[in-house]
Nanobody, 125 residues
Framework: QVQLVESGGGLVQAGGSLRLSCVAS????????MGWFRQAPGKQREFVAA????????DYSDLVKGRFTISRDNAKNTADLQMNILKPEDTADYYC??????????????????WGQGTQVTVSS
């Protein structure tokens, strides 16, 4: 089992920045690829970004590419999402998730084994 806890959400004006953090406990964090998803009110959860177990590979949704950066620190068991140039449409609950196996483009919820409880991000216009 891997327990994931997100933090760093809040209210920010459009054009601003936030940094989300996901702290993992339990089994070996470095064994897992990590992902960030988000769910806006009334919408389905969608993929945002992912990073391989080593940090050597990343993947981003076209909606956030160039504005968001995913990173990880295996020594600290953390996976962060730096969000810049935020837009009102980025408003959502943000979730981190972990999955095992080979690295590939994994944008579907069912591909991830463990999930955090989420942190809320609100971007005002």
């Amino acid at each position: 089992q891997v327990q994931l806890v997100e933090s760093g959400g809040g209210l920010v004006q459009a054009g601003g920045s936030l940094r989300l953090s996901c702290v993992a406990s339990g089994r070996t964090f470095s064994s897992y690829h990590m992902g960030w998803f988000r769910q806006a009110p009334g919408k389905q959860r969608e993929f945002v970004a992912a990073i391989s177990w080593s940090g050597g590979s990343t993947d981003y949704s076209d909606l956030v590419k160039g504005r968001f950066t995913i990173s990880r620190d295996n020594a600290k068991n953390t996976a962060d999402l730096q969000m810049n140039i935020l837009k009102p449409e980025d408003t959502a609950d943000y979730y981190c998730a972990a999955r095992s196996g080979f690295w590939s483009q994994s944008v579907k919820e069912y591909e991830y084994d463990f999930w955090g409880q989420g942190t809320q991000v609100t971007v005002s216009s």
